[in-house]
């Protein structure tokens, strides 16, 4: 501890803190311009001068450490104006147009200047100018160089954190000017997060250009809805519009970062494709009606089925807040008696329970700073850069100041892999085994510790040749993998949601989780998942198997897959679908479609009328999530609020209305009237979330807690070896076929936003680059993608570092349906991959 | 005076016979009869132009090459006391302002406003003037809430007209209701 005096008050702080620091927790003020507590230090503008007693020179305060002892004056004259001087060299060559820049307002310069600068500058000279026009930098981002200042915050932000190092410096000293290297359209991540740390208008938004002061404009601090990162990110709207979303620097796990979909994927708020009436089909069509017409035919339709013994069942997307997704079980369980309730359509219903015993989920929420406070990061099962942009970003944060040895297991290269001490690329499908592999290397190098290891006798029976053969890795890569752990204190393993796929040989994990604590190790888990309330729906119990707060169920229910099945054999007679479109999402689309035409009264509640609305017999209209209250578990476990900001569009109502009024329908006494009343009872059924209080959460949540805890779960662990056989190559369809999420889109949300749709809007398929060059095409080539039963024309992006004989396609898109490839019960679809040099684009079936 | 109260006054019995401070009242009545008329025939025939530092409808200018000057910085908005304008700016590259910024809508509630002046001293490109004119009675709510085109069109009274004047005026009427005419060519003092 260190004890300094600043302006005469004297201070106790930890050894090395920055001046900077310890001056603002003693209250005073003291302006910076190019440091920002999350970026490497640059030091380069020098407003942050302060006076140092007994020292001549005045010190930066921003790159200058307290030392026991020392005497600091942050107001002095010589300090005073020094920094005067300072901010008017800053504005010697600003253009000073604070009328027509976006900045104005809001703008860190005019704010220090209004504060600590000059009222007068002796500079008469004529200011640099690059350009005359503002010009278009990217599809989110248009610049005027003139009015960079120099900080560098937009080359540090994109190098450091987003990893994608496309900014940098033209020329030096005055006559810098931050764009990119050649001027010229940039092809990056798109995430803004350059425009939102630029103190001044040199980077600015196109979107919202011109559009409003930031005084006008009215907001919402709540959280994305796209993917489990959860980050926090503010709605701001003028007049009912909503103009911009912004991330502030003390708000949630993000800070300042969010990715493309966070910044700018909201504009289907105010979409005008927005469902804004219920419809009942009438005569083969759907025609528009009033709430009362569609719940009266919902009360028919859900009666008669009752009366009848006929099966009910429901899926929920997991996108929809913990409120919705537990009113929902409780209707689908209490109300309606069915077991057959499943939260999205895209994974394997079995692998979800193993997946949450394995990883520990019951035993509550793991921040993500703690998770990544480790020596040993495996990530397996994500494409995490392209998934989760957000967790990609801190991973990347984080291992820049700390030596952390990350691995990467992952059929597709990414972003993150240049921060990585460790790749394996492994064929799709094949995390149960890489976890397998790692854990027999672990196993035979300390076999006299581990006996006592569960789920050994498994771990025995796998050979080398059968791990290399099966996930298409090096056996060397699996041992460094191994060798990595053994030589750390803790590990943290990040599982993706790709594990979810189909069945997994995930039991594994707990064997490798097991040799790892009884090898000393401390271990965390962290799952990943690619929707915003993954986490959330299992813990409010939308799983055929699973109650709110993971306790077992009685009944036997079935899940998507089941429920598609039965109804295929006509068995289904009510099937109520919120915010799913499982006609595009479910892995085989065609099966999807022919057994959801054979559901006799298929409920579809959405935003949109998608795919699988079109086929309903009734269409309620949802809310957006500024739309309606409620709570949001992320991938952490961490509780945060989603707030109503905006009245519904139209006659759209808060799903959680929705979800009340069918129920009451159906039974008068299922009576909920508010979203902070429904939290009331989840904390009743899921007792992680008892300390959790609705009102007062904010900024960054609240991480769930385990409660009660009686002895050790019982957890699933291997009973044999992986045995799927080694895929044989097919001459004629040598490529796997893979999907996930694009970097700029998720689900099918994404794609009715304008500026995501700008960025991207057409389907891609991506090949690695040994494969590019067989085929003879490059980046923006179209190809053919040819299964057994679909084929589509696509365009090729190249990714540098992915497996050979793995093909890409985003879920994302309309002008493709990548589900048509899957054929259910067969795994992932082999297919052929032909170039083409016509311009025809678009999916077809063969 | 006091001094001879209780005395006999000849002098003023001699100005009550002969009415004498009657004409001399009716001397001044007659004087004003024959002398320049001072009295504003407002408004059938004359009006009058207040001084340029005069705070009337505001006005919306354009520059010499007949640019507007507004470049949609929304700070007349700002600093109104009474929240009586709305700045929506736009983007706009057909060269119709001094910028590529320029105002969508800028309109002002007449009703709430109190003439302050604030916003002419806030806006940065000269562009918003408080003018000269202050007929501002009318018929509908709606007539008091002007938009950006309604205050672009020149007004009456030039702004380099120095004003303090008279000047000749004529009563028109037309749909939008009556409506005095200055005719600034002729012109008069009234002192
Ligand atoms: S938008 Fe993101 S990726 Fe693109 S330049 Fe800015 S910080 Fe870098
Ligand atoms: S563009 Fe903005 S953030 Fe980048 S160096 Fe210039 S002022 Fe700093
Ligand atoms: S999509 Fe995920 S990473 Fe991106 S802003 Fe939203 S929560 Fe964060
Ligand atoms: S004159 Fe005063 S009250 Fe009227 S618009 Fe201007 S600032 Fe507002
Ligand atoms: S009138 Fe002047 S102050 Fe008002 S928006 Fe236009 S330029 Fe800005
Ligand atoms: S903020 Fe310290 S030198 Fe720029």
């Given at each position: 501890m260190a004890t300094v005096k600043i302006n005469g008050k004297e201070i106790t702080v930890e050894d090395g803190t920055l001046i900077l620091d310890a001056a603002t927790s003693a209250g005073f003020e003291i302006p910076t311009m190019c440091f920002h507590a999350r970026l490497s230090k640059l030091a380069s503008c020098r407003v942050c001068l302060v006076e140092i007693v007994g020292q001549k020179k005045l010190q930066p305060s921003c790159v200058t450490p307290v030392m026991h002892g020392m005497e600091v004056l942050t107001e002095s004259p010589v300090v005073k104006s020094a920094r005067s001087a300072m901010i008017d060299l800053l504005l010697a060559n600003h253009p000073l147009d604070c009328p027509v820049c976006d900045k104005g307002g809001e703008c860190e310069l005019q704010d220090i200047t209004f504060k600590f600068g000059p009222r007068k500058s002796p500079f008469g000279e004529e200011k640099r100018r690059f350009h005359e026009e503002d010009y278009i930098l990217s599809p989110v981002i248009i610049q005027n160089a003139n009015r960079c200042i120099q900080c560098k915050r937009c080359v540090r932000i994109c190098a450091e954190t987003v990893g994608a190092e496309v900014l940098g410096s033209i020329d030096r000293g005055a006559g810098t000017g931050e764009t990119s290297f050649v001027k010229e359209y940039l092809d990056c991540d798109h995430c803004g997060n350059c425009i939102e740390v630029c103190p001044v208008g040199s980077l600015m938004s196109r979107s919202f250009r011109y559009k409003s002061r930031p005084w006008d404009l009215k907001g919402v601090d709540t959280v994305c809805t796209y993917c489990g990162t959860g980050c926090q990110l503010t709605v701001q709207a003028r007049n009912g519009e909503v103009l911009r979303v912004i991330s502030k620097p003390d708000k949630g796990i993000n800070h300042e970062t969010l990715c493309a979909r966070g910044r700018y994927g909201y504009s289907f708020i105010n979409s005008h494709e927005r469902l804004v009436t219920p419809m009942i089909r009438k005569g083969g069509t759907l025609e528009p009606a009033t709430w009362d017409e569609a719940l009266k035919a919902i009360k028919e339709g859900i009666t008669g089925a009752i009366r009848n013994g006929g099966k009910i069942g429901g899926i929920a997307s997991s996108r929809l807040s913990n409120e919705e997704l537990y009113l929902f079980q409780r209707l689908m369980r209490v109300v309606l008696k069915t077991n057959h309730i499943d939260s999205g359509s895209r994974w394997n219903t079995g692998a979800v329970k193993t997946f949450t015993e394995v990883m520990e989920l019951s035993r509550g929420g793991v921040s993500i700073y703690d998770a990544l406070n480790t020596d040993t990061l495996l990530v397996i099962g994500s494409s995490i850069s392209d998934e989760n942009p957000v967790t990609d970003y801190m991973i990347r944060r984080l291992s820049q100041n700390k030596k952390m040895n990350i691995i990467i297991a992952s059929p597709r290269g990414m972003k993150l892999d240049s921060s990585a001490a460790l790749t394996l690329r492994h064929r799709p499908a094949a995390e149960g085994e890489i976890i397998s592999g790692i854990s027999r290397v672990l196993y035979d190098k300390n076999a006299d510790k581990l006996n006592d290891l569960s789920g050994k006798e498994p771990l025995k029976s796998i050979s080398k040749e059968n791990i290399s053969s099966l996930t298409g890795t090096d056996w060397g890569r699996i041992e460094s993998a191994a060798n990595f752990m053994s030589s750390s204190n803790s590990v943290t393993i990040a599982v993706?949601?790709?594990?979810?796929?189909?069945?997994?040989?995930?039991?594994?994990?707990?064997?490798?989780?097991?040799?790892?604590?009884?090898?000393?190790?401390?271990?965390k888990l962290f799952p990943v998942f690619d929707r915003a309330n993954q986490r959330g729906a299992w813990e409010m119990g939308v799983h055929p198997a699973m109650m709110p707060g993971y306790s077992a169920t009685a009944g036997n229910g079935l899940g998507c897959e089941g429920i598609l099945e039965a109804s295929s054999r006509g068995e289904m007679d009510v099937l109520y679908v919120i915010g799913e479109d499982i006609v595009s999402d479910f892995p085989d689309g065609r099966f999807a479609e022919e057994a959801l035409h054979r559901v006799k009264f298929l409920i579809v509640?959405?935003?949109?009328?998608?795919?699988?609305?079109?086929?309903?017999?009734?269409?309620?209209?949802?809310?957006?999530?500024?739309?309606?209250?409620?709570?949001?578990?992320?991938?952490?476990?961490?509780?945060?609020?989603?707030?109503?900001?905006?009245?519904?569009?139209?006659?759209?109502?808060?799903?959680?209305?929705?979800?009340?009024?069918?129920?009451?329908?159906?039974?008068?006494?299922?009576?909920?009237?508010?979203?902070?009343?429904?939290?009331?009872?989840?904390?009743?059924?899921?007792?992680?979330?008892?300390?959790?209080?609705?009102?007062?959460?904010?900024?960054?949540?609240?991480?769930?807690?385990?409660?009660?805890?009686?002895?050790?779960?019982?957890?699933?662990?291997?009973?044999?070896?992986?045995?799927?056989?080694?895929?044989?190559?097919?001459?004629?369809?040598?490529?796997?076929?893979?999907t996930g999420n694009h970097l700029y889109h998720s689900g099918r949300l994404s794609l009715r936003t304008d500026i995501l749709r700008d960025i991207l809007s057409e389907a891609i398929v991506e090949i690695s680059e040994e494969d590019a060059k067989d085929l003879k095409v490059g980046k923006g080539d179209k190809v053919v993608v040819k299964g057994e039963r679909y084929e589509a024309?696509?365009?090729?992006?190249?990714?540098?570092?992915?497996?050979?004989?793995?093909?890409?396609?985003?879920?994302?898109?309309t002008d493709v349906r990548v589900n048509m490839f899957f054929t259910k019960g067969e795994g992932l679809p082999r297919v052929r991959v032909l170039p083409l040099t016509g311009k025809s684009h678009g999916g077809g079936i063969k | 005076m006091n001094r001879n109260h209780y005395n006999f006054d000849l002098n003023g019995l001699l100005k009550k016979v002969f009415f004498v401070d009657l004409i001399q009242g009716l001397f001044i009545t007659f004087h004003y009869t024959f002398s320049k008329t001072i009295t504003m025939k407002y408004p059938d025939e004359e009006t009058w132009i207040p001084y340029k530092r005069f705070r009337g409808l505001h006005t919306l200018n354009k520059n010499k090459e007949g640019k507007e000057l507004c470049v949609g910085c929304e700070l007349c908005q700002k600093s109104c006391p009474t929240q009586c304008i709305t700045v929506v700016p736009m983007q706009d590259t057909t060269g119709k302002g001094i910028a590529d910024r320029v105002a969508y809508r800028w309109e002002i509630n007449l009703l709430r406003c109190m003439f302050c002046g604030l916003c002419e001293d806030a806006c940065p490109t000269e562009a918003l003037k408080l003018g000269r004119e202050y007929e501002l009675?009318?018929?509908?709510?709606?007539?008091?809430?002007?938009?950006k085109e309604e205050l672009l069109a020149p007004q009456a009274v030039p702004a380099e007209f120095e004003g303090g004047v008279i000047v000749?005026?004529?009563?028109?009427?037309?749909?939008?209701?009556i409506k005095v005419v200055p005719d600034m060519s002729v012109q008069k003092r009234w002192w």
């Amino acid at each position: 501890m260190a004890t300094v005096k600043i302006n005469g008050k004297e201070i106790t702080v930890e050894d090395g803190t920055l001046i900077l620091d310890a001056a603002t927790s003693a209250g005073f003020e003291i302006p910076t311009m190019c440091f920002h507590a999350r970026l490497s230090k640059l030091a380069s503008c020098r407003v942050c001068l302060v006076e140092i007693v007994g020292q001549k020179k005045l010190q930066p305060s921003c790159v200058t450490p307290v030392m026991h002892g020392m005497e600091v004056l942050t107001e002095s004259p010589v300090v005073k104006s020094a920094r005067s001087a300072m901010i008017d060299l800053l504005l010697a060559n600003h253009p000073l147009d604070c009328p027509v820049c976006d900045k104005g307002g809001e703008c860190e310069l005019q704010d220090i200047t209004f504060k600590f600068g000059p009222r007068k500058s002796p500079f008469g000279e004529e200011k640099r100018r690059f350009h005359e026009e503002d010009y278009i930098l990217s599809p989110v981002i248009i610049q005027n160089a003139n009015r960079c200042i120099q900080c560098k915050r937009c080359v540090r932000i994109c190098a450091e954190t987003v990893g994608a190092e496309v900014l940098g410096s033209i020329d030096r000293g005055a006559g810098t000017g931050e764009t990119s290297f050649v001027k010229e359209y940039l092809d990056c991540d798109h995430c803004g997060n350059c425009i939102e740390v630029c103190p001044v208008g040199s980077l600015m938004s196109r979107s919202f250009r011109y559009k409003s002061r930031p005084w006008d404009l009215k907001g919402v601090d709540t959280v994305c809805t796209y993917c489990g990162t959860g980050c926090q990110l503010t709605v701001q709207a003028r007049n009912g519009e909503v103009l911009r979303v912004i991330s502030k620097p003390d708000k949630g796990i993000n800070h300042e970062t969010l990715c493309a979909r966070g910044r700018y994927g909201y504009s289907f708020i105010n979409s005008h494709e927005r469902l804004v009436t219920p419809m009942i089909r009438k005569g083969g069509t759907l025609e528009p009606a009033t709430w009362d017409e569609a719940l009266k035919a919902i009360k028919e339709g859900i009666t008669g089925a009752i009366r009848n013994g006929g099966k009910i069942g429901g899926i929920a997307s997991s996108r929809l807040s913990n409120e919705e997704l537990y009113l929902f079980q409780r209707l689908m369980r209490v109300v309606l008696k069915t077991n057959h309730i499943d939260s999205g359509s895209r994974w394997n219903t079995g692998a979800v329970k193993t997946f949450t015993e394995v990883m520990e989920l019951s035993r509550g929420g793991v921040s993500i700073y703690d998770a990544l406070n480790t020596d040993t990061l495996l990530v397996i099962g994500s494409s995490i850069s392209d998934e989760n942009p957000v967790t990609d970003y801190m991973i990347r944060r984080l291992s820049q100041n700390k030596k952390m040895n990350i691995i990467i297991a992952s059929p597709r290269g990414m972003k993150l892999d240049s921060s990585a001490a460790l790749t394996l690329r492994h064929r799709p499908a094949a995390e149960g085994e890489i976890i397998s592999g790692i854990s027999r290397v672990l196993y035979d190098k300390n076999a006299d510790k581990l006996n006592d290891l569960s789920g050994k006798e498994p771990l025995k029976s796998i050979s080398k040749e059968n791990i290399s053969s099966l996930t298409g890795t090096d056996w060397g890569r699996i041992e460094s993998a191994a060798n990595f752990m053994s030589s750390s204190n803790s590990v943290t393993i990040a599982v993706g949601n790709d594990v979810l796929r189909g069945p997994s040989r995930l039991e594994f994990l707990n064997v490798l989780v097991g040799a790892l604590r009884l090898l000393g190790k401390e271990v965390k888990l962290f799952p990943v998942f690619d929707r915003a309330n993954q986490r959330g729906a299992w813990e409010m119990g939308v799983h055929p198997a699973m109650m709110p707060g993971y306790s077992a169920t009685a009944g036997n229910g079935l899940g998507c897959e089941g429920i598609l099945e039965a109804s295929s054999r006509g068995e289904m007679d009510v099937l109520y679908v919120i915010g799913e479109d499982i006609v595009s999402d479910f892995p085989d689309g065609r099966f999807a479609e022919e057994a959801l035409h054979r559901v006799k009264f298929l409920i579809v509640q959405d935003m949109f009328l998608t795919e699988t609305a079109k086929m309903a017999g009734v269409v309620l209209p949802g809310a957006s999530f500024v739309e309606k209250d409620g709570t949001f578990t992320n991938q952490e476990g961490r509780v945060q609020r989603l707030r109503r900001f905006l009245p519904p569009q139209g006659d759209a109502k808060a799903d959680w209305e929705i979800i009340a009024a069918v129920g009451a329908a159906v039974d008068p006494s299922f009576n909920y009237g508010s979203a902070a009343g429904i939290f009331g009872e989840i904390k009743e059924a899921a007792p992680m979330y008892r300390e959790i209080a609705f009102e007062s959460l904010d900024g960054s949540g609240a991480l769930i807690k385990e409660t009660n805890r009686k002895g050790t779960d019982l957890k699933s662990v291997p009973s044999v070896a992986s045995q799927m056989p080694a895929a044989s190559p097919d001459p004629d369809y040598p490529f796997v076929l893979i999907t996930g999420n694009h970097l700029y889109h998720s689900g099918r949300l994404s794609l009715r936003t304008d500026i995501l749709r700008d960025i991207l809007s057409e389907a891609i398929v991506e090949i690695s680059e040994e494969d590019a060059k067989d085929l003879k095409v490059g980046k923006g080539d179209k190809v053919v993608v040819k299964g057994e039963r679909y084929e589509a024309t696509l365009t090729v992006h190249v990714n540098k570092r992915s497996a050979k004989g793995v093909v890409f396609i985003p879920e994302n898109f309309t002008d493709v349906r990548v589900n048509m490839f899957f054929t259910k019960g067969e795994g992932l679809p082999r297919v052929r991959v032909l170039p083409l040099t016509g311009k025809s684009h678009g999916g077809g079936i063969k | 005076m006091n001094r001879n109260h209780y005395n006999f006054d000849l002098n003023g019995l001699l100005k009550k016979v002969f009415f004498v401070d009657l004409i001399q009242g009716l001397f001044i009545t007659f004087h004003y009869t024959f002398s320049k008329t001072i009295t504003m025939k407002y408004p059938d025939e004359e009006t009058w132009i207040p001084y340029k530092r005069f705070r009337g409808l505001h006005t919306l200018n354009k520059n010499k090459e007949g640019k507007e000057l507004c470049v949609g910085c929304e700070l007349c908005q700002k600093s109104c006391p009474t929240q009586c304008i709305t700045v929506v700016p736009m983007q706009d590259t057909t060269g119709k302002g001094i910028a590529d910024r320029v105002a969508y809508r800028w309109e002002i509630n007449l009703l709430r406003c109190m003439f302050c002046g604030l916003c002419e001293d806030a806006c940065p490109t000269e562009a918003l003037k408080l003018g000269r004119e202050y007929e501002l009675a009318g018929t509908s709510m709606q007539r008091h809430l002007l938009t950006k085109e309604e205050l672009l069109a020149p007004q009456a009274v030039p702004a380099e007209f120095e004003g303090g004047v008279i000047v000749k005026a004529r009563l028109g009427t037309d749909e939008t209701g009556i409506k005095v005419v200055p005719d600034m060519s002729v012109q008069k003092r009234w002192w």
